[in-house]
């Protein structure tokens, strides 16, 4: 035998011991049920004492690398290898588990796995389908760009300027009116969130919501610490937020127009009562506006236009419109702000695709995105009708639902508590991808998120006849 432990190498006798014998095992010169020399015949061999050779033998052994047998003796055990590649690679279960960021629900990961499967109905999903993208328009546009160096390298902490310029213009049609400067281009509205749960809260703030709440579907806020909390406006909200805030920095979290899931907007009056009483509170407002586009009829000004105060957080985004691909979206909001959200956007991702910006300029500044969007709502105003036909002759005796006044979905309500983890896998199975009320709201076992802007219209027809014969079955 040829190795010895070095007695002036920075490890220990016994860790340079319990190494090599580990190696011998890991490289296939020991293998499974090989016996090992005698304590007395390694301590010789290796010229250390005997009590150095117990202490690693014995560790070894605990750690289930060897095993001693009856009759005598010490072997390598049959589980050695699994056991060392364990202790060489990190726990990575452990590290995922200790991770800050919350996990999806477990309905959430499966509906974003399936929604990968192209034979599958996607009855819930909140996107576009490809037919109302304007593809073809998208690839005309880019022939109609100018592209310098300087375009197409990073952009300034803010965004594009050309592009904030012109969102200027485009939000002044909102009854917001604002600078440049009080604008932050952002990856989509989803990261718009999670910006601000960074920048502007200390852990353990309160952010408030009405229920059913897209905020319950994903974790920006609690995976930033904070804790979102459900309260009603039929309550009596500003006794109910005052008790609740307490001390804590606090947030309002609102989609007045076309509320994702519910489809409801938000009247005149309500929208001036909530913007008072998180005045009179200090309680900011995050308006999530992405869908007011899309309302069949005109809706109400946004909250952003009656905030004389920089009480609004403004958030909007063209995915739900345009391209979700594009992940362009912007924050309209005090300077101090905006320029926090924009220090922590550069330490992320250095700022949102130039490619991104450019083609979305071009469409505000040329009138294409103008006339797009009203296409848009008479195709998707189109749908919903379609599908609302569907609902009255076949799901009138098991379910209700408000007529839809715009943008992607209806919240359809069935008349038992069906909606459960069992239905949604039972529909998997059939090929329907359904979105069920308990991810927006854990207690809401009535609803499904029914989305008219996805599928086609065969498929709408063929999912909503396979929704409807499981749901008959479980409630006969």
Same mark, same amino acid.
């Given at each position: 035998?040829?190795?010895?432990?070095?007695?002036?190498?920075?490890?220990?006798?016994?860790?340079?011991?319990?190494?090599?014998?580990?190696?011998?095992?890991?490289?296939?010169?020991?293998?499974?049920?090989?016996?090992?020399?005698?304590?007395?015949?390694?301590?010789?061999?290796?010229?250390?004492?005997?009590?150095?050779?117990?202490?690693?033998?014995?560790?070894?052994?605990?750690?289930?690398?060897?095993?001693?047998?009856?009759?005598?003796?010490?072997?390598?055990?049959?589980?050695?290898?699994?056991?060392?590649?364990?202790?060489?690679?990190?726990?990575?279960?452990?590290?995922?588990?200790?991770?800050?960021?919350?996990?999806?629900?477990?309905?959430?990961?499966?509906?974003?796995?399936?929604?990968?499967?192209?034979?599958?109905?996607?009855?819930?999903?909140?996107?576009?389908?490809?037919?109302?993208?304007?593809?073809? $328009?998208?690839?005309?546009?880019?022939?109609?760009? @100018? /592209? =310098?160096?300087?375009?197409?390298?990073?952009?300034? %902490?803010? *965004?594009?300027?050309?592009?904030?310029?012109?969102?200027?213009?485009?939000?002044?049609?909102?009854?917001?009116?604002?600078?440049?400067?009080?604008?932050?281009?952002?990856?989509?509205?989803?990261?718009?969130?999670?910006?601000?749960?960074?920048?502007?809260?200390?852990?353990?703030?309160?952010?408030?919501?009405?229920?059913?709440?897209?905020?319950?579907?994903?974790?920006?806020?609690?995976?930033?610490?904070?804790?979102?909390?459900?309260?009603?406006?039929?309550?009596?909200?500003?006794?109910? $937020?005052?008790?609740?805030?307490?001390?804590?920095? @606090? /947030? =309002?979290?609102?989609?007045?127009?076309?509320?994702? %899931?519910? *489809?409801?907007?938000?009247?005149?009056?309500?929208?001036?009562?909530?913007?008072?009483?998180?005045?009179?509170?200090?309680?900011?407002?995050?308006?999530?506006?992405?869908?007011?586009?899309?309302?069949?009829?005109?809706?109400?000004?946004?909250?952003?236009?009656?905030?004389?105060?920089?009480?609004?957080?403004?958030?909007?985004?063209?995915?739900?419109?345009?391209?979700?691909?594009?992940?362009?979206?912007?924050?309209?909001?005090?300077?101090?702000?905006?320029?926090?959200?924009?220090?922590?956007?550069?330490?992320?991702?250095?700022?949102?695709?130039?490619?991104?910006?450019?083609?979305?300029?071009?469409?505000?500044?040329? *009138?294409?995105?103008?006339?797009?969007?009203?296409?848009?709502?008479?195709?998707?105003?189109?749908?919903?009708?379609?599908?609302?036909?569907?609902?009255?002759?076949?799901?009138?005796?098991?379910?209700?639902?408000?007529?839809?006044?715009?943008?992607?979905?209806?919240?359809?309500?069935?008349?038992?508590?069906?909606?459960?983890?069992?239905?949604?896998?039972?529909?998997?199975?059939?090929?329907?991808?359904?979105?069920?009320?308990?991810?927006?709201?854990?207690?809401?076992?009535?609803?499904?998120?029914?989305?008219?802007?996805?599928?086609?219209?065969?498929?709408?027809?063929?999912?909503?006849?396979?929704?409807?014969?499981?749901?008959?079955?479980?409630?006969?």
């Amino acid at each position: 035998m040829q190795w010895k432990p070095d007695r002036a190498f920075p490890l220990s006798l016994h860790e340079q011991i319990y190494n090599w014998i580990s190696a011998r095992i890991r490289q296939g010169e020991w293998t499974i049920g090989t016996k090992l020399p005698s304590q007395r015949k390694l301590s010789e061999m290796l010229e250390v004492n005997r009590s150095t050779i117990i202490q690693v033998l014995e560790e070894l052994k605990a750690n289930g690398i060897l095993e001693t047998q009856r009759g005598g003796g010490t072997y390598v055990s049959n589980s050695s290898w699994n056991k060392l590649l364990s202790h060489e690679q990190p726990n990575w279960h452990k590290h995922i588990d200790a991770s800050i960021h919350e996990p999806n629900y477990h309905t959430i990961q499966l509906i974003n796995e399936h929604e990968q499967n192209a034979s599958m109905i996607r009855l819930g999903t909140g996107e576009l389908s490809p037919d109302l993208l304007p593809t073809a $328009l998208l690839e005309q546009s880019l022939q109609n760009i @100018s /592209l =310098f160096a300087r375009d197409i390298g990073y952009s300034e %902490p803010k *965004g594009n300027k050309k592009l904030r310029i012109a969102l200027s213009g485009h939000l002044q049609k909102r009854g917001i009116n604002t600078s440049p400067e009080s604008i932050l281009i952002v990856s989509g509205a989803l990261q718009a969130l999670q910006l601000i749960s960074l920048g502007i809260l200390e852990q353990r703030s309160n952010v408030f919501q009405e229920p059913p709440s897209y905020l319950n579907s994903i974790h920006p806020f609690q995976s930033a610490g904070m804790r979102v909390i459900s309260v009603s406006r039929e309550q009596q909200l500003k006794k109910t $937020l005052k008790a609740l805030k307490g001390k804590k920095q @606090s /947030l =309002f979290y609102t989609v007045p127009t076309l509320n994702n %899931p519910s *489809g409801r907007i938000l009247t005149m009056e309500d929208r001036q009562a909530l913007l008072d009483i998180c005045t009179s509170l200090q309680i900011p407002i995050i308006e999530d506006d992405v869908y007011h586009e899309l309302t069949f009829e005109d809706a109400p000004p946004s909250m952003k236009s009656m905030d004389h105060s920089g009480q609004v957080l403004y958030i909007g985004s063209v995915s739900k419109t345009l391209s979700p691909g594009l992940r362009i979206g912007w924050v309209v909001a005090p300077e101090p702000v905006i320029n926090r959200l924009a220090d922590i956007k550069m330490q992320t991702d250095y700022g949102s695709s130039a490619f991104s910006q450019q083609i979305v300029t071009h469409w505000l500044t040329s *009138g294409l995105y103008d006339s797009h969007v009203g296409k848009l709502r008479r195709q998707l105003q189109s749908r919903a009708a379609f599908v609302e036909e569907i609902l009255t002759k076949d799901f009138g005796q098991l379910a209700s639902w408000e007529k839809p006044k715009g943008g992607f979905y209806i919240w359809l309500r069935f008349n038992e508590p069906i909606v459960n983890k069992a239905l949604f896998q039972q529909l998997i199975k059939q090929k329907v991808l359904i979105n069920p009320g308990y991810i927006y709201d854990p207690k809401d076992f009535h609803h499904i998120r029914l989305s008219y802007a996805y599928a086609t219209l065969e498929e709408l027809k063929q999912g909503l006849h396979i929704l409807l014969n499981v749901v008959a079955q479980k409630t006969s």
